[in-house]
């Protein structure tokens, strides 16, 4: 591994990795789900000399949080940024590899800050079948029978929690043992994404509330919250760790926005027309939620005014089963959701287009070409 | 300054900062407080182009988080930063001074952060004469009546507001123009730091709903939330900046360990005794706070049954000024008033005697000298 801006911290990181084949690694695949989390594992491992001076309150913190990052699913982001490496000749034989896959793994850590104050901010009970970190650390502040308010407790040691995430991302950007040319490449973009994703929560928290019903804020959420966050930028950070050229950093960008609005869009689709037993989610949840999808959007935009009132009074409310099965009636009477089919199906072929015209390497087109199917055909 | 690893979005940091006189600032001074406003204003000018495409609500989130570091008083973390680096030789007439007062500057970023979160965690209303961030956003919800809850979204967007704060101060120190071995040097100090600072803020919730009342615990808590954080890493960072040897490093730390533990220990002596004319404060805040603080740890140890019983009842309860006279003269009777000041002076002779017996700059001891008197002696 060349010579790297970290620091002898990272050294558990570097070492775990060496043990780990990098050469035939699928984005998605069991044996890329492992790998990343065998870099988070040995980073978690390396801050142990950090949290175990502030005593066993900190150290149950920091656990949370480990246990949290690795019940983490597939490693979407890291996938996108390891094939952005792929397509610019990333060697995953080479010696820079390991380090190139740290610094994907560092992801992951941004993703945990950001579901982990979404969650407080959603009031969401449970994620991944387990309680959400403020709801578990209100229950603990509950059996332990502590004085005050625990639901309050709950969210202070979320909150810290999560920026406790975001710290640590930077941390193992920085001790991932990349050289300093690399690591002044993925800098700015690194900066990007962060100020994108949480501009992105900014506008839906303000979408939500400020109630903005136009298609285009939907849209403008769907890009910085989901397309620029999960697929363009961590994408544009695997791209310029291989020093791609402007010319394929714009085809993989172009891709990551495209087919991550898409992404998004199918998400809105399912997220009404799903099935529970395949989503896990109950039946028309983000109708129930109140979501303001491009598809509701779409939806308002080209219905009366009196479609437009059932719409704004189904959504958030508390709806049969039967009413349910109204609304999706109504904004597939109404064209929503040809449209949003249409979206999806022209945005996924100007992305593919766009990686196909490019200097990518075969290997990875054909990875995008299957991450794009997965990523818009899905089921759940 | 010195080919850095940052972006060229940093050039505006540098260019304004060429302008300022650098080699005859005092920390804590206005010229010192100008300087480092200076980097931010332009630092936060340089986000501009990263914010504006979001839209005008991310716009004014970022405005918002502006003003908040904007307003921010006596610049007391990079006071200490930049005096480390003069400490170790660090010349200001160099050209490596306006990035490393960049470098410092980057402090007040991470000090955002911690009291944007803490004033949601305190459910404090009102910062520096000004509503803290998060009744802010609740007020323009109210204004612009907004459906749903104002005080959820407040707190939603503030929580975002100290996230955006905590990654950009890491962009404003990975585009400060350090030279690649200056960098390497910080960050692992950087990254203690932030963990550090988190885990205080973690102790400290937990002291208050856990009910630990030990010594230990109150002088844990300073340690990490306050010492380490205000002081300590700051000496740090900046002495490693200037390259110093690990004796300097050391005493600096001593230094910084010993006169912030004072520090706090001071602030909890005005909490209590402290004249409201002169701190700003209520009379007794500290108390009706119910803050467990070194004094009042000290208190308990030494009280019977009886005493404990009047302190307890008494924290966080709604006192009468007469009530607070009665506890004030029970803490002094038991001696823990005493004992508090007895800390003071002894912590501030050993953080002295390191730093008299250490190669620090005659400069820098006599400034660290004159800042531990203002830290330890001060009236608010």
């Avoid at 100020?195 to 804020?217: C, H, W």
């Avoid at 999808?293 to 039967?322: F, P, Q």
């Avoid at 945005?347 to 390497?361: D, F, K, M, Q, R």
Wanted: charge should be negative; proline fraction near 4%; include cysteine.
């Amino acid at each position: 591994m060349s010579a790297g801006i970290g620091t002898p911290l990272s050294r558990s990181v570097a070492d775990a990795l060496a043990e780990v084949d990098l050469t035939a690694l699928t984005p998605g695949s069991p044996a890329f789900v492992d790998a990343v989390e065998t870099a988070l594992t040995s980073f978690f491992a390396s801050r142990r000399a950090l949290v175990e001076p502030l005593g066993p309150v900190f150290i149950d913190s920091a656990d949370a949080l480990e246990q949290f990052v690795i019940r983490g699913g597939k490693r979407t982001r890291p996938g996108f940024a390891w094939t952005g490496w792929l397509a610019a000749g990333g060697d995953p034989a080479g010696a820079d590899a390991p380090a190139v896959l740290t610094a994907c793994a560092a992801l992951e850590l941004v993703q945990a800050c950001a579901l982990v104050h979404d969650d407080i901010i959603d009031s969401s009970r449970t994620r991944r079948g387990f309680p959400t970190v403020h709801v578990d650390f209100e229950q603990r502040h509950r059996a332990a029978s502590w004085p005050g308010s625990a639901t309050e407790y709950g969210s202070a040691v979320a909150i810290l929690i999560g920026d406790l995430a975001l710290a640590w991302a930077d941390d193992l950007v920085h001790e991932a043992g990349l050289a300093p040319a690399a690591l002044q490449r993925f800098a700015p973009v690194w900066a990007a994404m962060r100020t994108e994703v949480l501009g992105g929560q900014l506008l839906d928290i303000n979408g939500e509330a400020g109630g903005d019903e136009s298609v285009d804020a939907a849209l403008r959420i769907n890009r910085y919250k989901t397309a620029a966050y999960t697929i363009e930028r961590p994408l544009h950070l695997g791209a310029v760790l291989a020093a791609a050229d402007p010319a394929l950093i714009d085809a993989l960008r172009t891709y990551g926005t495209d087919v991550g609005i898409a992404f998004q869009l199918r998400d809105d689709l399912l997220g009404v027309f799903g099935d529970p037993a395949v989503t896990g989610k109950p039946s028309g949840d983000d109708l129930r939620e109140g979501k303001r999808t491009v598809l509701i959007a779409e939806a308002l935009r080209r219905g009366d005014a009196a479609a437009g009132a059932r719409i704004r009074a189904g959504l958030g409310a508390e709806l049969t089963d039967a009413e349910v099965d109204d609304l999706r009636a109504l904004l597939t009477d109404l064209g929503a959701v040809d449209d949003v089919e249409r979206r999806i199906a022209d945005l996924t072929a100007t992305g593919l287009a766009a990686v196909a015209a490019s200097t990518a390497t075969p290997h990875a087109k054909q990875l995008l070409r299957t991450m794009a199917d997965s990523a818009t055909k899905r089921a759940a």
